[in-house]
């Protein structure tokens, strides 16, 4: 066993690059400066109750159609469904920036956001003596 600094000896891509070059869709671009791959995706919910009340969706929207746009998340021992409001992609410079936006969304919505792995981690590749 050896430890490389590149995960992939071939393309010469970290974790973190290849990460980022398979783990988003390939036209995704950085929201923020619009040029570099993203590192990171965030997800912004809102509950389905709460939007509903607040006009986000009507209130006699299709449950078929609702199915489509509602994801369910454990909320203690219940399931408690949410609508995607928003997606966003972010680079390693603009993520600072995401991370301070997501912080200012209103308090009933939920962020999630998908970092990759962790840069320090130490990563060991196998390789045939
Ligand atoms: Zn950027």
Redesign the pocket.
């Given at each position: 066993m050896r430890r490389l600094k590149t995960f992939d000896p071939i393309k010469r891509r970290t974790v973190q690059q290849y990460h980022s070059d398979h783990a988003f869709p390939p036209d995704a671009k950085?929201?923020?400066?619009?040029?570099?791959r993203?590192i990171a995706r965030a997800l912004l919910l809102a509950p389905l109750d709460e939007a509903v009340k607040r006009g986000m969706i009507a209130v006699n929207t299709p449950p078929a159609m609702l199915a489509t746009i509602t994801v369910k998340i454990k909320d203690g021992s219940t399931d408690k469904s949410f609508i995607r409001v928003s997606t966003a992609y972010?680079?390693?410079?603009?993520l600072p920036t995401m991370e301070r936006t997501l912080a200012k969304a209103p308090s009933w919505c939920i962020a999630e956001i998908h970092r990759g792995p962790n840069p320090t981690n130490a990563v060991s590749v196998a390789l045939k003596s």
């Open positions: 950085c929201g923020g400066c619009k040029q570099r993203p972010a680079c390693e410079t603009c």
